[in-house]
């Protein structure tokens, strides 16, 4: 089986690239899925407080049509990354504002619960890695169809298979926004520092000339994410304003999503019976733990095959960090939930205990 990323064998250059706009836009959409946040820094110009001197930032630029995660040194105002075999200096770059912990990769599991915080040019997604030496640690970027975690030693792109990598923390409604802060000089461990005053040191408008592109950044940054998705705790608590698929033909089924085999996949939640059914691996399954969506007016629109509006929610993503959308197909007079995912052609959905492919579907869209 050919590798998903990558058209063929070798490194970059020889793959088809994705546009910089397409990898900013599943970027941004990724982002609100895992409600990962950042804030830009033009290194140049950013004034950081006193306390904050000595620090490292995680944080991620763009290079060669890629977002690579590295790190921000804000004593420098430098952020470094790896690319192509070297390490590379930006003075422009993307802080990462949520809490999480680096973990030992020990093994496939560990990969899939990792949180992604960039994307190669091809658009494969890219994750934080850490690795130890001579007592300290370096960070870069874990590129899973390559099985190591590249970091900068001596200005090259070095590869380990033994690290550590970054796992985004649980949300909780008490906790506020934080900064990730990666100490080089000592024995490092996680921490976190309070992004609100941050943000008004680091702040900027994106870069860039795209219209679109500083429009989505815009979204992103100063508002909250559009969508909500909610835990389901009890079947007679249901959440306020919950979206159903059809009010009309399927008055007791909401648009639903869970978490199976490290993907977060898209369905249907039926409260009463106390489940969600999703599809995965050629059938149905039937998960207690599911959240779903509220505070959302969106619409299903037709569509066929690979063709995805631009304007289509970003519901969830495959083990291998495919974005996933939610769809829906008439089948003998009902609607039937799944998901759509674009490189399989078509939307998934449950019949009789099986997962099904349909080329026609409607798939829901932003308002």
Not at 209 to 217: I, P
């Given at each position: 089986?050919?590798?998903?990323?990558?058209?063929?064998?070798?490194?970059?250059?020889?793959?088809?690239r994705m546009s910089q706009n397409s990898?900013?836009?599943?970027?941004?959409?990724?982002?609100?899925?895992?409600?990962?946040?950042?804030?830009?820094?033009?290194?140049?110009?950013?004034?950081?407080?006193?306390?904050?001197?000595?620090?490292?930032?995680?944080?991620?630029?763009?290079?060669?049509?890629?977002?690579?995660?590295?790190?921000?040194?804000?004593?420098?105002?430098?952020?470094?990354?790896?690319?192509?075999?070297?390490?590379?200096?930006?003075?422009?770059?993307?802080?990462?504002?949520?809490?999480?912990?680096?973990?030992?990769?020990?093994?496939?599991?560990?990969?899939?619960?990792?949180?992604?915080?960039?994307?190669?040019?091809?658009?494969?997604?890219?994750?934080?890695?850490?690795?130890?030496?001579?007592?300290?640690?370096?960070?870069?970027?874990?590129?899973?169809?390559?099985?190591?975690?590249?970091?900068?030693?001596?200005?090259?792109?070095?590869?380990?298979?033994?690290?550590?990598?970054?796992?985004?923390?649980?949300?909780?409604?008490e906790t506020t926004e934080h900064a990730?802060?990666?100490?080089?000089?000592?024995?490092?461990?996680?921490?976190?520092?309070?992004?609100?005053?941050?943000?008004?040191?680091?702040?900027?408008?994106?870069?860039?000339?795209?219209?679109?592109?500083?429009?989505?950044?815009?979204?992103?940054?100063?508002?909250?994410?559009?969508?909500?998705?909610?835990?389901?705790?009890?079947?007679?608590?249901?959440?306020?304003?919950?979206?159903?698929?059809?009010?009309?033909?399927?008055?007791?089924?909401?648009?639903?999503?869970?978490?199976?085999?490290?993907?977060?996949?898209?369905?249907?939640?039926?409260?009463?019976?106390?489940?969600?059914?999703?599809?995965?691996?050629?059938?149905?399954?039937?998960?207690?733990?599911?959240?779903?969506?509220?505070?959302?007016?969106?619409?299903?629109?037709?569509?066929?095959?690979?063709?995805?509006?631009?304007?289509?929610?970003?519901?969830?993503?495959?083990?291998?960090?495919e974005a996933l959308y939610i769809g829906?197909?008439?089948?003998?007079?009902?609607?039937?939930?799944?998901?759509?995912?674009?490189?399989?052609?078509?939307?998934?959905?449950?019949?009789?205990?099986?997962?099904?492919?349909?080329?026609?579907?409607?798939?829901?869209?932003?308002?």
């Amino acid at each position: 089986m050919g590798n998903p990323f990558y058209d063929c064998e070798g490194g970059h250059g020889e793959a088809v690239r994705m546009s910089q706009n397409s990898i900013y836009e599943q970027l941004v959409r990724r982002d609100r899925v895992h409600r990962m946040e950042w804030v830009e820094t033009r290194s140049q110009r950013c004034k950081l407080p006193p306390g904050w001197k000595n620090k490292f930032f995680l944080a991620r630029a763009t290079h060669e049509g890629s977002w690579t995660p590295g790190y921000l040194d804000v004593t420098k105002k430098i952020c470094t990354i790896v690319w192509g075999g070297k390490a590379h200096k930006k003075d422009k770059c993307e802080i990462l504002c949520t809490g999480g912990s680096f973990v030992p990769c020990t093994d496939t599991n560990t990969l899939l619960r990792a949180t992604a915080a960039g994307m190669s040019e091809e658009g494969e997604p890219l994750y934080f890695g850490r690795v130890k030496q001579n007592g300290r640690y370096v960070y870069g970027k874990v590129q899973r169809s390559h099985g190591v975690c590249y970091v900068p030693l001596y200005g090259k792109e070095t590869p380990f298979k033994e690290y550590q990598i970054f796992v985004k923390s649980s949300p909780k409604p008490e906790t506020t926004e934080h900064a990730a802060v990666a100490d080089l000089s000592e024995e490092a461990t996680y921490a976190e520092t309070d992004a609100k005053e941050l943000r008004a040191f680091l702040a900027r408008p994106a870069p860039g000339n795209s219209a679109k592109r500083h429009e989505l950044y815009t979204t992103r940054m100063s508002n909250p994410p559009v969508e909500s998705w909610e835990i389901v705790f009890d079947a007679e608590r249901l959440p306020r304003h919950a979206v159903l698929v059809d009010w009309i033909r399927e008055p007791g089924m909401y648009i639903g999503r869970s978490r199976h085999e490290g993907s977060i996949t898209p369905g249907f939640a039926i409260p009463e019976s106390g489940a969600c059914h999703i599809v995965w691996g050629g059938r149905e399954w039937i998960k207690e733990n599911y959240e779903i969506l509220c505070d959302y007016n969106g619409v299903f629109v037709r569509t066929h095959g690979d063709v995805i509006p631009e304007d289509a929610l970003l519901a969830g993503e495959s083990e291998l960090g495919e974005a996933l959308y939610i769809g829906r197909v008439m089948q003998g007079g009902r609607v039937l939930v799944g998901k759509v995912q674009p490189s399989h052609g078509g939307c998934y959905v449950p019949i009789d205990g099986r997962e099904v492919l349909f080329a026609n579907y409607e798939i829901y869209i932003c308002p």
